[in-house]
């Protein structure tokens, strides 16, 4: 068994936040030929429509909507004059850690539109309230909410990919396995939990996340040990006790194959 790495890994932060706008409804807004070369733009529609045209194409924008822009695109837009939007946009730049974790995010839909989407509303208004008053800590705030969309933004894309029924369905188990990760699922009992047979099952969620069901099981205990371990607050065996493995030697074996290290590295002095 070889160590594990989450797959579509999505290393960046925020560096910069250039501006904010809300805007209300203009029946005469337009724009054309606009491009930002050196920042990235996400605009939610909060109400009506709005018809954009970009690479040779053209999207009817409504009501909870969100828009993604990478550098160098150029987008032409007005509003549907009798029907016209209302958006939040906000200008920022990223620092990415790799070069994997670029290329992924310059790949998002330009125009993202689904019922899970909905929450985003809250959250552009959190972030108006934030940067307009800008009190004391208001810029870590703004980042930290554009993660938000950000990864929202990255759960829908895999949504999309795999099917909603499917993504739920595997991500309800996930969600299990978390909340209980001390107990060692079957792969015929989480099977049964999804109402898919077990083969279809192993398929999805092996597609979904990247590893098989027991890998998935394995990297959530390791990865709570590891941290336990490094806390300070557990020896090697209180730490495989409390995530679940009574063989303290098979725990160390398994812990060495998931991170390429013996658990003893990770205790603190």
């Not at 009190?135 to 990919?161: H, P, V, W």
């Amino acid at each position: 068994m070889s160590v594990i790495s989450v797959q579509n890994d999505y290393d960046f932060y925020i560096s910069e936040i250039e501006y904010f706008n809300e805007r209300e409804a203009n029946p005469e807004w337009r724009i054309d030929g606009l491009v930002y070369h050196n920042f990235y733009i996400i605009a939610f529609c909060k109400s009506g429509e709005a018809i954009y045209r970009f690479n040779g194409t053209e999207h009817t924008v409504r009501k909870g909507d969100l828009l993604f822009f990478p550098k160098g695109l150029v987008r032409s837009a007005h509003s549907n004059p009798d029907n016209p939007w209302s958006f939040y946009t906000i200008t920022f730049d990223v620092r990415f850690q790799n070069e994997q974790a670029r290329e992924l995010f310059d790949r998002f839909d330009y125009v993202i539109r689904s019922p899970q989407l909905y929450k985003l509303q809250t959250i552009f208004t959190e972030f108006n309230q934030v940067w307009t008053g800008k009190r004391n800590g208001f810029t870590i705030q703004c980042k930290s909410l554009i993660m938000n969309i950000l990864y929202a933004m990255i759960r829908e894309r895999d949504r999309q990919t795999h099917g909603s029924a499917h993504y739920n369905a595997i991500e309800q188990t996930t969600n299990h396995i978390l909340a209980h990760y001390t107990d060692h699922f079957s792969i015929a009992e989480l099977a049964r939990q999804t109402g898919l047979s077990p083969s279809h099952f192993r398929l999805l969620f092996k597609k979904i996340t990247g590893m098989t069901a027991v890998q998935y099981q394995n990297h959530i205990r390791i990865n709570k040990a590891k941290d336990l371990l490094m806390s300070g607050e557990c020896n090697v065996t209180e730490a495989a006790l409390s995530v679940g493995f009574q063989d303290i030697y098979y725990f160390s074996r398994l812990f060495k194959q998931l991170t390429g290290e013996s658990p003893s590295r990770y205790i603190r002095g």
